[in-house]
């Protein structure tokens, strides 16, 4: 909202520059963003918090900044005394529904010549960023801004034999405001009717059918209370909100329309002439006072500053409460109506601190609760794959959680058990992405563009699963991707493959102190049928890694070789082991073996390490691929491996005639199952 | 024979001194001394002429001969050896082969930062769920469905039979974790939330936050106070000074956004040339957080006796302090991913 500076020193008595008044009310709550300075003016744009509707208006942030600073506070003085009857010749008022419109006043101003307004009243608007009308509006206008009441004026005439019914709008009934807009209304809404049709949503706009124009002579001044929900749901309803809707969502001053109402009534008739006629003002009059007590004690330990009784008395009177008991230790407060936040005792703790100023209460600090873990094991184990990641050279990246449906598409992800957004901004935020790997892909499609020459990306974060219309999952996950190269002058450079992907899985695995890891050949559409593998720990499915099919590499548009991967993290905190045990150095030498082999070539590495281990005795205690080839060397369709075995006894040092015989005991099982020759 | 001795060391070593330096003089001298028909071997066959009673002694200095001229000789090769390598010397000043060390997101490292200065205070790290209810993230932090307070929360929906949404904040987790758990506590809480805000530079509609939360029988708006300029200056450095405004949040009161002083210009436009600061717009002052005294409403919705317990909560933007403590111009660059930000960091 915006305020004038001289506006608002129409009715304080102040002196302090504009730099300071909008520091003073900074400080006590009521935000001032910006200053915008204008020819002999200052506008202030202030935030007003959705507790404190009484600040919507000049007359009520000059309270506040009398409360304040103990400046004088000036109303505007009604020269006019205002008529007051039930009943008017030829105009009615029936409220329908009391519970979204407790109380209604129409003043009715006879005789009145529209025209333009005086140049004061238009600089006032135009410093709020409204423009003129005619005089009869701008002073609604005006008066909303100082007494932050909402008013209408309806020209009397126009109104259908002068009866003004408060009621619901029937479902799909039609109204055109006074922006020319014609809206259709639910039947929840409520509007001021005439007995033919609607004249104006209620609390929102008035409609162009009763408005004032230059032709107007009688007119009807509405000002009235809105039920706040009601309004609100309207406004949102109809996409209006307008300086009125905003202000009745928030509660408007019950006991304060008549004032606001009579002022209006002054000034039109002081300015466009015409005669104050009878009121008609119906409903519930304003409910009695609120009276909320408190505990000096109370409010002390709460805040941890001594504050004296009589300052705490000082400061709410100041804000308009109302002593109504005093003891000792407590005292009982009556609170103005327009104060609808104050409610409860902590509502009058906030209102002493927040006047005797947020920067003297002291600085401490509280004692220390005994909390042994301080990190959950998710935290610690994420944090632990970071370490291990970043060590790996890989750079973590975090992607958004929602996505497209089109994103999933191109990464051929099945569309089942998908979280869906139901009120998206764009197409790129439909979806709760079920895995990693489209926000991954996107990421390195983004570095290649870029000529990223070693690309090496992770990320740990959720994937969300719709199990049922009313259950949803969140899942923990880290995804591995790289690309490009491995060079340097001194080796030369060598285009990264999946085994450098799975290295970085085995050794975060390993580290994490997980033993029992297989990968095993597997089909996804995501992954080409030449290159996947799911990845098993103690047989339990954790993970996938490969290389994207060629499909799904074209439609995020990637040309180059990537090499991607998925793990849940869930599975790695389930099975990490990160209790560290010494472990004794041995203490007699091993002794190293190679065994080269000429196999089929679909023979496995995994079967022939399996063999190897199963066939040994405890003496073998690791076997190591050194060298794989195939070509000239080798006939057709057959691989050659070179295996290290190494041998070791716990207990004294090997003897040659022992690893001899293992070893060919491990080479004749070889043979036998595989048919695998020796190579010389 | 011992004077012979004598003569010979001093020629010996003489000649070792000012011979060439280089392997194969070297060896030359090793022969010509030491050799098997070397000056020192001839003189130790001699030995057998001498009488018994000599033989002890020039035994004795003879092998010390022998000593001075090996050690003399091995220097001499030793240096020969320098001025070979030294031929051969390394290009230093080739590029070091690189191990490329991967870097941790900022938000990461900022949450990491974040944590560490909480846990160091007596904090405990808690998680919750991102996808939350109307309950949890609205309803039991005092937020009532059609109020305007809820005009600050626009929330991403879920299609569902149920009212599931992305949580707006991370204060859902408060609430969750004290129907579960007896003070005093003290927590704080990481994580990413979500609002349908358009993006721009300084908006995302995927961001990340922390919580923290402390209830016990004597908690005070000072501790607040307290806490939050330890958190402040270890952050930002000593010399931050730190403001409380006054302000609202439905699960809070008494409630106040924090403020840092400006930490490009202080707040002193001189500092930086009498220019308009780009970060604080001229202010002087820079919001990083919302905080305040836990609202005795929320307790009630948790079953805690509000006269019994007090407590203070607050909430950050990560993505915020980030971007104030490294100088991120853009908010969108977290989530682009884009190496030559990331190994910034």
Redesign the interface.
């Known amino acids: 909202m915006r305020i004038s500076y001289n506006w608002l020193k129409d009715y304080i008595d102040i002196k302090l520059p504009a730099e300071k008044i909008a520091e003073t009310l900074?400080?006590?709550?009521l935000?001032v963003d910006?200053i915008h300075h204008i020819t002999g003016d200052a506008v202030f744009e202030v935030e007003v918090?959705?507790?404190?509707p009484d600040w919507l208006s000049y007359i009520g942030v000059a309270r506040e900044l009398s409360a304040i600073t103990g400046a004088k506070l000036k109303m505007p003085i009604l020269t006019k005394a205002p008529g007051s009857k039930a009943k008017s010749a030829g105009v009615a008022v029936k409220i329908e529904d009391k519970k979204l419109c407790p109380r209604y006043t129409a003043r009715i101003i006879r005789g009145v010549k529209v025209g333009e307004s005086p140049a004061w009243l238009k600089t006032k608007l135009e410093a709020m960023g409204l423009r003129s009308v005619n005089n009869v509006v701008d002073i609604t206008n005006f008066c909303l801004f100082e007494t932050g009441e909402p008013m209408h004026a309806f020209d009397l005439d126009k109104v259908e034999s002068g009866e003004i019914i408060v009621r619901n709008a029937s479902r799909g009934e039609k109204i055109t405001t006074i922006d020319g807009v014609e809206r259709t209304l639910e039947g929840s809404s409520l509007v001021i009717a005439d007995p033919k049709k609607a004249i104006a949503i209620a609390g929102v706009m008035g409609g162009v059918s009763t408005e004032v124009n230059y032709s107007t002579q009688n007119i009807l001044l509405e000002a009235a209370y809105f039920d706040?929900?009601s309004t609100?749901?309207t406004s949102r309803r109809l996409a209006l909100s307008t300086d009125s809707s905003y202000r009745f969502?928030?509660k408007v001053d019950i006991a304060n329309i008549l004032y606001a109402s009579n002022r209006a009534s002054n000034l039109i008739t002081e300015i466009a002439g015409g005669s104050i006629g009878e009121l008609i003002d119906i409903g519930a009059k304003p409910a009695g006072a609120k009276t909320i007590s408190l505990e000096y004690e109370k409010l002390n330990?709460?805040?941890?500053?001594e504050i004296a009784p009589a300052k705490v008395k000082k400061i709410l009177a100041a804000l308009g409460l109302k002593l109504r008991s005093s003891t000792k230790g407590k005292a009982s407060f009556q609170v103005p109506v327009f104060r609808y936040d104050l409610n409860?005792e902590?509502?009058l703790?906030?209102e002493v601190?927040?006047v005797y100023g947020?920067?003297k209460?002291?600085?401490?600090?509280?004692?220390?609760?005994d909390?042994p873990?301080?990190?959950?094991t998710?935290?610690i184990v994420t944090?632990k794959i970071?370490e291990i990641?970043?060590?790996?050279?890989?750079?973590?990246?975090?992607?958004?959680?929602?996505i497209g449906r089109k994103m999933l598409k191109a990464a051929s992800i099945s569309g089942e058990g998908i979280?869906?957004?139901?009120?998206?901004?764009t197409a790129e935020?439909e979806i709760?992405r079920p895995s990693l790997i489209p926000g991954l892909l996107n990421?390195i499609l983004?570095?290649v563009n870029?000529k990223?020459k070693?690309?090496?990306?992770?990320e740990i974060?959720?994937i969300?699963v719709?199990e049922s219309?009313?259950k949803?999952e969140?899942k923990k996950f880290l995804s591995l991707g790289i690309a490009g190269e491995n060079s340097?002058?001194?080796?030369g450079s060598r285009a990264v493959g999946f085994f450098d992907l799975k290295g970085i899985a085995e050794t975060l695995l390993r580290e994490m102190g997980i033993r029992n890891v297989s990968f095993k050949y597997a089909k996804d559409e995501t992954f080409s049928a030449s290159t996947c593998a799911s990845i098993e720990i103690e047989g339990d499915a954790a993970g996938i890694i490969g290389v994207p099919a060629k499909k799904v590499l074209s439609n995020f548009d990637i040309k180059e070789a990537v090499y991607i991967c998925e793990i849940s993290v869930d599975a790695i905190i389930k099975y990490a082991d990160m209790k560290k045990r010494f472990i004794e150095p041995p203490k007699y030498p091993s002794v190293f073996r190679d065994i080269s082999i000429i196999a089929a070539k679909n023979v496995l590495n995994a079967d022939l390490v399996g063999l190897m281990r199963a066939t040994a005795s405890e003496m073998l205690k690791d076997i190591k691929l050194i060298d794989k080839y195939e070509g000239k060397q080798v006939p057709d369709g057959k691989i050659s491996l070179t295996y290290r075995l190494e041998y070791r006894d716990p207990f004294k040092t090997l003897e040659e005639k022992q690893v001899s015989e293992a070893h060919a005991g491990i080479l004749r099982a070889l043979e036998e199952k595989f048919g695998a020759r020796l190579r010389y | 024979m011992k004077n012979q001795i004598k003569q010979l060391e001093q020629a010996a070593l003489q000649e070792i001194t000012s011979a060439a330096v280089s392997k194969d003089a070297v060896e030359g001298l090793r022969i010509k001394y030491l050799g098997r028909k070397g000056v020192v071997t001839e003189l130790f066959k001699k030995m057998s002429e001498l009488p018994a009673s000599e033989k002890p002694e020039a035994g004795q200095l003879l092998n010390l001969l022998k000593n001075t001229v090996t050690k003399a000789l091995d220097e001499k090769l030793n240096s020969a050896a320098g001025i070979e390598e030294e031929k051969e010397a390394l290009d230093v000043t080739l590029p070091g082969i690189l191990s490329k060390p991967g870097h941790l997101h900022p938000i990461t490292r900022t949450i990491d930062e974040i944590c560490r200065i909480f846990i160091s205070i007596g904090f405990r790290v808690v998680e919750g769920p991102e996808i939350e209810t109307e309950h949890y993230n609205f309803e039991t932090l005092n937020i009532p469905l059609e109020h305007p307070s809820r005009d600050a929360f626009d929330t991403f929906y879920l299609k569902s039979s149920g009212k599931y949404l992305l949580r707006s904040h991370t204060s859902p987790v408060q609430t969750r974790f004290m129907e579960k758990n007896k003070p005093p506590f003290s927590i704080v809480v990481p994580g990413k939330v979500y609002r349908p805000d358009a993006t721009d530079a300084s908006h995302s509609f995927m961001f990340h936050q922390i919580e923290g939360l402390a209830v016990g029988d004597n908690i005070k708006f000072s501790d607040l106070k307290g806490v939050l300029s330890i958190f402040a200056k270890t952050m930002f450095g000593k010399s931050i000074k730190m403001r409380f405004r006054p302000s609202f949040f439905p699960f809070t009161e008494p409630s106040a956004e924090i403020d840092i002083s400006c930490i490009i210009c202080g707040g002193d436009a001189q500092k930086i040339g009498g220019k308009r600061c780009s970060l604080c717009g001229g202010k002087g002052w820079l919001e990083i957080l919302g905080a305040g005294m836990v609202n005795p409403k929320v307790f009630e919705k948790v079953g805690y006796d509000p006269k019994k317990v007090t407590g203070f909560a607050f909430g950050m933007g990560v993505e915020r302090i980030a971007i104030l403590k490294y100088g991120v111009s853009d908010i969108r660059m977290f989530f682009e991913n884009d190496v030559r930000f990331l190994e910034q960091f």
């Open positions: 900074t400080m006590a709550g935000t910006s918090t959705a507790n404190r706040p929900i609100r749901r969502e928030r330990a709460i805040l941890g500053v409860n902590i509502d703790v906030e601190a927040r947020y920067d209460i002291p600085v401490t600090i509280p004692s220390v609760i909390q873990d301080r990190m959950p998710d935290v944090k970071r990641l970043t060590g790996l050279g890989m750079d973590e990246i975090i992607t958004y959680s929602l979280a869906e957004v139901a009120n998206p901004l935020q709760m990421a983004w570095n870029r990223t070693d690309l090496k990306l992770f974060g959720n969300y719709k219309d009313s949803f969140e340097s002058w001194a080796a």
